[in-house]
């Protein structure tokens, strides 16, 4: 911390919000015990991390969302600007273990460069845990929890719509697809470490095809040793990225999956080979062909 920084503690809601409009760079907040924001984001208000400020977590300390505003939308309570940190905190969303129909939910928000989130355990948000927007490029998700991300049609844990991201060493189960990019032009994610499952799963990795052309899924993608467990596939690709040589899916361990053609599937574009992976404990070379490129 430089010499003119703060340290705030908040031990309940109205200290939490008071303490985090005051927040500059260089400051923490530390919250204490479990804060309410569900009243707060009836109201369309919550914590924003300004740049270079951070929010941690004492002693388990937890933010609960239970309930969405009118309108159905519930927006992230926390939001990190850019070299934002947000670390140590539960975040509790409105969408239970089993929710598939119910409000939609974003936890936290990564809305600037090298903004990050670590140390975490997030659960019940039904779009996705953790959205990845703006222009938060190189941002970071690291040693974080995710459980319960059921939205029919949506439910991610993370979701990566902006710039260059790392996601390493997490543990996700219980929901849609762990891992998925929009697709869209500079969009690119690494993700290494991290433990998939077992609950079932659609697919553990996803890129979908650009919104707007279809024709591109994203920059670039680098999943390596990560464990998947209960995925009916291991990856989805909406179609080639835009810089396929920069691609890899490479080291991951499949305990369940025995089938090399079985791992990616691809919706549109040329073949790609995109390396090694342990397959029900033998070494198979993985593949992504689209199904109309296909012998």
Not at 5 to 18: D, E, G, I, P
Not at 116 to 132: E, F, K, N, Y
């Amino acid at each position: 911390m430089g010499s003119g920084s703060k340290t705030f503690v908040a031990r309940n809601t109205t200290q939490a919000l008071a303490h985090a409009k005051a927040l500059r760079e260089g400051d923490t907040l530390y919250l204490l015990g479990a804060i309410d924001l569900t009243g707060a984001i009836q109201r369309g208000d919550g914590i924003t991390v300004p740049p270079g400020a951070t929010l941690a977590g004492i002693d388990g300390a937890t933010i609960i969302c239970e309930k969405a505003p009118p309108d159905g939308r519930c927006h992230a309570p926390v939001v990190a600007l850019a070299d934002a940190v947000v670390r140590g905190l539960t975040i509790i969303g409105p969408n239970g273990e089993e929710a598939v129909d119910g409000p939609l939910a974003w936890g936290v928000g990564l809305n600037g460069p090298r903004a990050t989130i670590m140390d975490c355990r997030l659960s019940g948000w039904s779009v996705s845990a953790v959205a990845v927007t703006g222009n938060a490029d190189q941002a970071v998700i690291r040693r974080c929890w995710i459980r319960d991300c059921r939205k029919s049609g949506h439910g991610y844990g993370v979701q990566v719509d902006a710039g260059e991201v790392l996601i390493a060493d997490c543990d996700f189960d219980r929901m849609r697809r762990p891992i998925a990019c929009t697709g869209r032009a500079g969009r690119s994610y690494t993700a290494v470490g991290n433990r998939i499952g077992p609950t079932r799963s659609l697919d553990a990795f996803d890129v979908h095809a650009d919104p707007v052309s279809g024709e591109f899924a994203g920059e670039w993608f680098r999943i390596t040793r990560n464990r998947i467990e209960g995925t009916n596939w291991g990856m989805h690709i909406g179609a080639v990225p835009r810089q396929p040589e920069l691609c890899a899916f490479a080291w991951n361990n499949m305990p369940e999956l025995s089938d090399p053609k079985a791992v990616v599937r691809q919706a549109a574009g040329k073949r790609m080979v995109l390396g090694k992976n342990w397959l029900g404990g033998k070494l198979s070379t993985i593949t992504a062909t689209a199904p109309e490129a296909r012998p």
